[in-house]
């Protein structure tokens, strides 16, 4: 099921491996300042629960910065600062003991950018250079007249950039070229993938709320992943970041990156359906969201496709003609059980 | 931005055109039996307003295929029936005055499938012919041991269904190798593309509830559309079908196949962002949601992509440091609003 990954170094982030044939890792970021340390550690502890491996923090200030070290003191995930605008929060936040600095030199300045590379080679600690298509300067964006060569020149900047990381003698980078342009998003990932060895950070920035961000996310990144390209993702929504794991996770899923969760295989309802499908599904998707158990379960309404798909999962229902469902588990029929208690016997089955 | 499309043969479907460079056609499907006529054409006319081109409607006994004649003459839509087990329907909904029949030879019997065809044929209405994962014959299944060798399987047995319906003279088919396995669906289509001239439906089927249900559409479809594949499409979500059009616009958007509606983007809310951009974004995105111009709205909150995000959109607002946002309309920046008036002056600026 694992498609080909193309080579990249192998990066450690605290904990995490990243690059180089490890799992594509998941992670998310808080929407809280550090300086709220509880609430802070609250969010964290949301998303590790959820699935997250990784988590960023943004450090838009000093208070932000002096607060950090009792963040990552007591976070069980590794903790990314972000950092934009002042390389002197960059300093903070690496003596505050992150486990990987975000930083986009374009807004940090070449110079300085440079220094705080020096120190987290001193530390050891990972690099992240981010580029985003908003803060791609003027003068190289004029040229680019499509979201194509718009990305290519994105991918341009954060080579650049890498290469003076390089020069220094820093040795744990990961470069992200983030557009909310699903195109040029496309267009520069693939053009890193053939340029460096340097693992991806995928995401499409400024994606949107729950629904469409994921959408978007999808649209943009599940092409990457198919090629083999990105070794951490994260899928940004406005929102509660916990609902971003889920969607990460089942990103990986269907794309046979990485099996993490359940998938639910669910027929759209239709002039055929028996009983309140939707009803029953948004039940078992609610009662699985937290199984990391890689299963495939099937909520089927009718015969057409019901049975054959059922029996593909490994676990399942099909609606049968008499209103009764009949449960299937490993490939095998079990018994029909009454359309109200379905799911009952469905998620029994499962957690057996 | 429009991508290299696959060339295709032109189809008609009632007022439509499928293939051959036709823009790709959004579609979906009732919930409700075409028995229930009222119930049918109301659910039709939501789908219409939403932006839905072209209405499939299950046919699953012969009450449904003797209404049908009173749905396919009021509706706005061209109707497409949904026929399974039995070709007496097929010719029943074909006699009712459907644009287009559905059918799946291998649950009707090759004989039986071909009789529909002639049918069709000497009404000069197209057929669809869909194949799904789950009605694959075993025999035929048990070699594939991969979800790319079972997409291979899939294609091959539309094209020898197709062989079929051309020998008797059919000029109208619409081909369809839906799986709820994104790695299947997309081997399927791929050599689809590779071996036929016929406009392909695209789907994923069973793909699930809302959110994930769209995000797996998103991830088999999004690599297709952005190959140059696909004439038709369908989001398939278990729920409300309307649901599944505003997904199936911001699929082609996104993917530069067609440009429906608005895209708006927005930034994950962070430790630096101003105002409650989730109950923001969200007023945008419903406010906007049958809005067909194709335009760029971007909400952002701060200042770190915020003004260049927003600069590049048609509309736009982001946070400034002093708790107010910037209006930007085609480029440029109008004035500050308080942060509660900031989207009422967004949307007034939009309805302009």
């Known amino acids: 099921m694992t498609p080909h990954r193309q080579r990249t170094r192998r990066v450690r982030v605290g904990k995490l491996a990243l690059g180089h044939g490890a799992p594509v890792v998941v992670q998310s970021m808080t929407t809280t300042s550090p300086r709220q340390v509880k609430a802070t550690l609250a969010q964290i502890r949301k998303l590790a629960n959820a699935g997250c491996e990784l988590v960023r923090v943004a450090v838009p200030d ?143 920035t400024e994606a949107g709320s729950v629904l469409t961000g994921a959408v978007k996310s999808a649209a943009g990144l599940s092409p990457l992943l198919l090629e083999g390209i990105g070794d951490t993702l994260r899928v940004s929504l406005t929102g509660d970041p916990v609902q971003e794991i889920p969607v990460a996770n089942q990103l990986l899923a269907v794309t046979g990156v990485r099996r993490r969760g359940v998938e639910v295989i669910a027929c759209p309802t239709c002039g055929r359906t028996q009983g309140d499908l939707t009803a029953m599904l948004a039940r078992v998707e609610r009662e699985l969201a937290f199984e990391m158990r890689p299963l495939t379960v099937a909520v089927m309404g009718c015969v057409v496709n019901g049975p054959g798909e059922a029996r593909h999962a490994d676990f399942g229902l099909a609606g049968a003609p008499d209103g009764r469902f009949l449960l299937f588990a490993k490939g095998k029929p079990l018994r029909k059980v009454a359309a109200d208690k379905a799911v009952d016997a469905l998620l029994a089955e499962i957690k057996k």
Chains 1, 2 share one sequence.
């Open 62 to 204: 000093e208070g932000a910065a002096q607060a950090l070290s009792a963040v990552t003191a007591a976070s069980s995930l590794p903790v990314v600062a972000d950092i934009h605008f002042s390389a002197e929060l960059a300093h903070l936040a690496l003596a505050a003991g992150v486990a990987k600095v975000r930083i986009n030199p374009g807004n940090l300045g070449a110079e300085k950018a440079l220094e705080v590379g020096r120190d987290a080679r001193d530390r050891g600690v990972a690099v992240r250079i981010g580029v985003n298509s908003g803060s791609v300067p003027e003068a190289r964006r004029r040229g680019a007249k499509t979201p194509g060569a718009l990305g290519k020149v994105m991918a341009e900047l954060a080579l650049e950039y890498a290469q003076g990381f390089e020069k220094i003698g820093h040795k744990a980078l990961v470069l992200s070229v983030k557009s909310s342009d699903v195109l040029a998003s496309l267009a520069a990932y693939r053009y890193l993938a053939q340029h460096t060895l340097w693992p991806l950070h995928l995401g499409i």
